[in-house]
């Protein structure tokens, strides 16, 4: 076995500062930074219920929800997938699952998992899901719940979901959706729009570390949980168990141990967001993706989405002749230290992936990243 000898344990660990405009993690704001490092509290002292209802009030104004069982999972965005399927599939049940992207066929892999009846309704990988004929597509069975992903970060594409949602609530059909890159950097109204259940995921728009999943059950999707024939398969995942530990007040009882230091920086980071102003945070992402889309459309990144469905947080670009964009990211990371993805799936090689979103969203984030492409055309 392998053993660490007395020099390696006494260097402490160091990691390189990398501006973070990938598609996952961005850099943290130092207020966030500085919350990770408050003293740790015990996960059943009362003054962290305290912090933990404040974080579930701040989590309902970002959802813009007035939904009780709003929380802070302790687990990634994929654990927000896996509790609203868990939750709200019941063997059998059918599911209609509109995708165009890598994370909408996640959708299509969980909530098979979990049993149900899946029928996909799939859209261009560079554009969108046609809401109309999705709705159509509903009337065409007994959908018991539709499910769609808001922000497919895979090829940087949104998905209009407004008139889905709407038609979801007049029918007897949950509606579900992925949030998991939209929150915080572009609308999201839950309870406005009529969604059922939606997840995100700290490290994207929100700028927390990874490891927590922001999730919201309405009312009507609360319903279907409580009317299950059998329990979910899932203990750690199950929303009525969750809310046991999460339920506002100094009733609380121990479901898991909380992460605490993310449970404050999603605090903290959620009150940056909220100082800042929910419109004004939308509207710095729009800025900064058009300053470096207008800067390095004309090098010959070319943005992979149709305009109508680019997202302002995740910029996908195909290259300029002579460069591959394994190449560019590598040269981004080790030239400039500025980490960028290539795409998921198929079209992997194919896109470069650049997130100015969160506290990253920032007009010399985009400066820097033209500054740093614009020496790599022409010269390779
Ligand atoms: N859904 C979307 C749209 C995502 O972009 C991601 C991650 O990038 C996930 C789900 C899964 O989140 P995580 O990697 O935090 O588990």
């Known amino acids: 076995m392998e053993t660490l000898n007395k020099a390696t344990m006494e260097e402490m660990l160091s990691t390189p500062n990398r501006l973070l405009v990938g598609a996952g993690p961005g850099n943290l704001d130092p207020r966030v930074a500085r919350a990770l490092t408050l003293p ?51 063997p059998g049940d059918k599911a209609l699952i509109g995708h165009s992207g890598h994370f909408g066929s996640l959708m299509v892999e969980v909530a098979s998992r979990q049993g149900a009846e899946v029928t996909e309704f799939q859209g261009p990988e560079d554009g969108a899901i046609d809401e109309e004929e999705f709705i159509e597509k509903l009337d065409s069975d007994d959908f018991a719940v539709a ?66 999943s922001p999730i919201t059950f309405g009312e009507r999707a609360m319903r279907k949980v409580r009317n299950r024939k059998e329990k979910p398969c899932t203990y750690y995942f199950d929303i009525q168990e969750l809310m046991r530990y999460w339920s506002g007040g100094m009733e609380k009882s121990y479901h898991h141990t909380a992460a605490i230091p993310l449970v404050y920086a999603t605090h903290e980071a959620l009150r940056v967001l909220l100082e800042e102003g929910l419109e004004n945070a939308f509207e710095r992402h729009i800025r900064c993706s058009k300053l470096l889309l207008e800067e390095i459309e004309p090098l010959g990144f070319k943005p992979f989405a149709q305009p109508e469905y680019r997202l302002p947080m995740i910029t996908a670009v195909t290259m300029p002749e002579g460069l591959n964009a394994k190449d560019v990211r590598t040269r981004l990371r080790e030239e400039w230290n500025i980490e960028t993805d290539l795409g998921l799936g198929e079209i992997a090689e194919k896109i470069l992936r650049i997130g100015l979103k969160g506290y990253s969203a920032q007009p010399r984030n985009a400066a820097y990243v033209t500054l740093a492409l614009s020496t790599m055309v022409g010269a390779a």
């Open 40 to 90: 740790l509290l015990s996960h059943l002292d009362p003054t962290f219920w305290e912090i933990m209802d404040s974080t579930a009030d701040l989590l309902r104004r970002v959802f813009r929800t007035e939904n009780e069982a709003t929380l802070l999972l302790p687990a990634t965005g994929m654990a927000g997938m896996e509790t609203m399927f868990a939750n709200l599939i019941e």
């Open 147 to 212: 499910a769609t992903v808001h922000a497919e970060t895979a090829t940087g594409t949104f998905q209009p979901v407004q008139k889905i949602a709407a038609a979801c609530q007049e029918r007897d059909t949950l509606f579900l959706m992925d949030a998991v890159t939209s929150l915080g950097g572009m609308d999201v109204r839950v309870d406005d729009w009529g969604v059922d259940a939606c997840y995100s995921g700290t490290q994207k728009c929100l700028s927390i570390p990874s490891g927590g």
